[in-house]
């Protein structure tokens, strides 16, 4: 049954169960709010979240699947260093290291400038709800292969790293609900959407702060967990108001290139590339702009 499951998953109708599962929460959460008569329900933002999801699943399919699974097969036929054949061992090791790819991956695209220029349209949304969800940029994400092709290396089978990627998609979508409140002891160990939405949160106390997807242990093992201390506010700190979904897109770029053309030593241009959003050339001030925090 486990194994029928990870095969269904981690084949072609991976892309389907996401797409699935994207479009069902979205649809059923709006249903919710509309049943419930939410009056601060932004159509407008969630229909700019959805585009970009359309425009970036389509341009990115190569960037995002093809490549990454055709260098995961290369390392695993022909470099593998041990087979992890027994399919509960692959699914916790595979889990444990997609984890700690996307920790750290999720971190970095926080802390250097490129690299927030690509995340900074998952924050641009002053929304926080399943539309937001796979609000992202093409090139967003793209280090998490560096997990998985240690993962390949250590013999873990494509099929069942796949299948973990979508099965953890799935929760990294859920943990972006408007309608979960407060859960208690468990938001002591799971990325809950109340943990989500202070990662999505512009106040300093939540900034650069939850960037695990499914275990908060990391959080808390790595020094950047935060608890609820007040309610969340989603959007960057300087909030951006465009729905438009092709140039929602570039919000990050916009800023980046602002602070790059503020510069005058090349040096300093070049920083800006490396260097955490908030840094700036100016050493004698802290400056920020509306794309240098998350929110």
Known sequence: MLADIVEFAGGSAGL????T????????????????????YDNADALCSI????????????ISVLIPLALY????????????????????????????????????????????????????????????????FYFDGQLKIIGALVAAFIGVPPVVYLAMIVFKNLYGIWNHASYVG??????????TPLN?????????????????????????????????TQEPVPGLVNPVYNNNPITAQFVGFK?????????????????????PPDWTHCRSTKQYSYTDLAK
Not at 22 to 36: P, S
Not at 197 to 210: E, M, R, S, V
């Open 16 to 19: 389907w169960i996401l797409a």
């Open 21 to 40: 599962g994207y479009f069902g929460m979205t649809l059923l959460e709006r249903i919710y709010h509309f049943a419930k008569g939410t009056k601060n």
């Open 51 to 62: 585009a970009i999801n359309l425009i970036t699943s389509v341009i990115g399919l190569t």
């Open 73 to 136: 097969v290369w390392v695993y036929e022909g470099f593998r260093i041990a087979d992890i054949s027994f399919l509960p061992l692959a699914l916790v090791v595979a889990f444990v290291i997609h984890e700690l790819a996307y920790y750290w991956e999720h971190r970095a695209a926080h802390r250097v400038g490129l690299m927030w220029a690509f995340h900074s349209v998952h924050h641009s949304s002053n929304s926080f709800n399943h539309s937001t969800a796979a609000r992202a």
């Open 182 to 191: 407060h859960l208690g002891w468990l938001e002591d160990i799971f990325a």
């Open 196 to 228: 989500h939405k202070i990662h999505h949160a512009n106040q300093p106390q939540y900034i650069d702060k939850n960037y695990s997807q499914v275990l908060i242990i990391w959080d808390r093992i790595f020094g950047t967990r935060a608890k609820y």
């Open 255 to 275: 800023g980046l290139k602002q602070k790059i053309d503020s510069a005058s030593r090349w040096q300093d241009k070049i920083a800006y590339l490396y260097r």
